[in-house]
């Protein structure tokens, strides 16, 4: 017998430790780095090639090199300089603003609602038939109702963002709450587990999964309702530059703040999921 | 009528006090508007320190009874006393070891073991040490920092013991706790469940359908009938310590144990 072998008959290999760091990624994910940035590439060459070729005119969609020219002039651009010029920051925070306000309303409510019926039956008949109903009510035909109360600009955008990205929350919420094995209720009540306690410790971890996706549909569900509450002719946020620049006709600040909410969007979902991790046990080691 | 098994063990010394006592135990169920009789005129208690087997087949309604004996299910008529006074809620006084898996998966086997103690004002340290006691105690102190879905189906079942027997209850019940693993496996469980019920001495009532698991762990058993579940009959085992599966007596025992549990 080697000397190795030995020694790994008395000290077992056991799996790593569980540090706070690894257990964020998964393994296997380092070789397949690239493989997201495929499709954008392929689109991106495809672009190219349209505008290149001239298969696709100009003022359809501008020349990636004209668009990356209005992006760096619409991020680091000096204000006052053209129009669009280094207005990013200013759009960006409001509209980041908006979408923090009108997700962390939907969450306040969405989360303790979704597990109050997920659990209590008397909950779930109360909210069920109307959440349902008004589920079924396209947030678009929201928007004269909201502009009538609320005007244009912050309170509506908040109220079309937090009202879309309930649904997907409180529903989410609910389902955790429910599919929860009672078994590990009863484990905890035999450990003393009282109400308060057992809601912290066993309801939200025991739900975590589905509580996390229905975080993330709802925080994708918030920026698109973001834009659309922005479309409305507030003077500031990504959705108002889009509307600007399609009535000055420049195309490609249009397609400029499509790439920047789709950046957004995806670091958002990004960072949700890592603060999560961050934040709860349960969301890194059961989801 | 058949002939008692054997006499009182001399094991039992009989001067220890009662803890449990059942009196007239009945559950009865409703299923689709008919009422389904599942447990009748169960009586029976149990002294401090002794470890009890509930024998039965599937079906003849142990899971109910040990349920109500936990409180997790309320008698149809009938009473439970611990102590003396009527059991009524699920409390740490009375602990379970489930048959299924029942752990906490988003906890390691250290944070499992410590969930009840957190519940208990204590201080860090003071937590920290029990859960190091008894994680020794199960042999998991290598372990600790585990998740659940990461240690077999044995380990599972010793976090499960560990987690309640810190709690110290009066007394644990076990709903087949070892039924589900293999033999050996089984084997290692009951002697360390043996080894435990030596040096902590609880008072353990242990369900099972494994005649040679009842033999093998207990100083008393309770042999259950089917239809309405009740308790048929009460057999003290005085087999020498340790019980070896391979020795005559516990062979003969075994084979009218099972003579009685099928007829
Ligand atoms: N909640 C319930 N509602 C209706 N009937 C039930 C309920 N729980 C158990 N029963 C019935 O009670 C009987 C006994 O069930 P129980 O689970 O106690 O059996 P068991 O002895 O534990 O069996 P096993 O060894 O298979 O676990 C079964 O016939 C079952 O159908
Ligand atoms: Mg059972």
């Not at chain 1, 680091?76 to 009108?102: E, H, M, N, Q, Y």
């Not at chain 2, 009842?214 to 019980?243: C, F, Q, W, Y």
Request: hydrophobic share 45%; charged share 20%; net charge positive.
């Amino acid at each position: 017998m080697t000397k190795r072998e030995n020694n790994l008959i008395r000290n077992p290999v056991f799996p790593p430790r569980r540090g706070t760091f690894r257990a964020w990624g998964r393994s296997g994910q380092t070789k397949l780095t690239l493989l997201p940035w495929l499709i954008p590439a392929l689109f991106l060459s495809a672009w190219i090639a349209a505008s290149e070729t001239g298969l696709i005119p100009t003022y359809l969609l501008p020349h990636p090199l004209e668009v990356g020219r209005a992006g760096y002039n619409y991020i680091f651009g000096k204000v006052g300089d053209a129009s669009f010029a280094g207005r990013f920051l200013g759009d960006a925070s409001a509209s980041l603003i908006r979408v923090g306000t009108g997700f962390g309303v939907a969450v306040i409510f969405g989360i303790p609602l979704g597990i109050l019926s997920g659990r209590l039956s008397v909950v779930q008949r109360l909210m069920g038939t109307t959440v349902n109903a008004l589920r079924a009510v396209p947030g678009i035909s929201w928007l004269p109702l909201a502009l009538v109360w609320f005007g244009i600009g912050m309170k509506t955008t908040v109220f079309l963002v937090a009202l879309a990205a309930f649904f997907p929350i409180y529903l989410n919420a609910a389902a955790g709450a429910r599919q929860i094995n009672p078994l590990l209720l009863q484990a905890g009540a035999m450990m003393g587990v009282k109400r308060l306690r057992g809601t912290f410790a066993i309801l939200l971890p025991g739900s975590m999964p589905h509580m996390m996706t229905g975080l993330r549909l709802g925080l994708g569900i918030a920026w698109a309702y973001l834009v659309l509450g922005e479309l409305t002719g507030v003077p500031n946020g990504l959705g108002a530059v889009i509307m600007d620049a399609r009535m000055l006709g420049r195309i490609d600040i249009i397609v400029v703040g499509i790439i920047i909410i789709a950046i957004m969007g995806r670091l958002g979902d990004q960072l949700l999921t890592i603060s999560l991790r961050f934040c709860f046990k349960s969301a890194r080691r059961t989801s | 009528m058949r002939p008692k098994l054997t006499a009182i063990s001399k094991t039992d010394p009989g001067t220890r006090k009662t803890i449990l006592e059942i009196n007239k135990l009945r559950k009865v169920f409703s299923v689709n508007g008919s009422f389904l009789t599942v447990l009748d005129c169960i009586d029976f208690s149990v002294k401090s320190g002794e470890m009890i087997c509930i024998l039965g087949r599937s079906g003849c309604g142990k899971s109910t009874l040990l349920k109500m004996l936990a409180g997790f299910l309320t008698p149809s008529s009938g009473e439970i006393l611990l102590n003396g006074k009527p059991v009524s809620d699920p409390g740490t006084d009375r602990c379970v070891v489930f048959q299924e898996d029942t752990l906490f998966p988003w906890l390691t086997v250290q944070e499992n073991i410590a969930f009840g103690l957190r519940g208990r004002n204590k201080d860090k340290k003071g937590i920290r040490k029990e859960v190091d006691r008894f994680l020794a105690l199960v042999g998991l102190t290598e372990f600790r920092d585990y998740l659940p879905r990461e240690i077999s189906g044995g380990m599972k079942q010793r976090v499960a013991l560990a987690r309640v027997l810190i709690l110290k209850p009066q007394i644990l019940f076990m709903d087949e706790p070892f039924a589900s693993l293999d033999a050996q496996t089984r084997e290692e469980m009951q002697n360390l469940l043996l080894s435990l019920w030596e040096k902590l001495s609880h008072t353990i009532i242990f369900v099972t359908h494994d005649v040679n698991e009842a033999i093998t762990l207990s100083d008393r058993i309770l042999v259950m009938s089917k239809n309405p579940g009740r308790i048929r009959e009460d057999i003290h085992v005085n087999l020498a310590r340790p019980r070896k599966l391979e020795k005559e007596e516990f062979i003969f025992f075994s084979r009218k144990l099972y003579e009685h549990l099928c007829d």
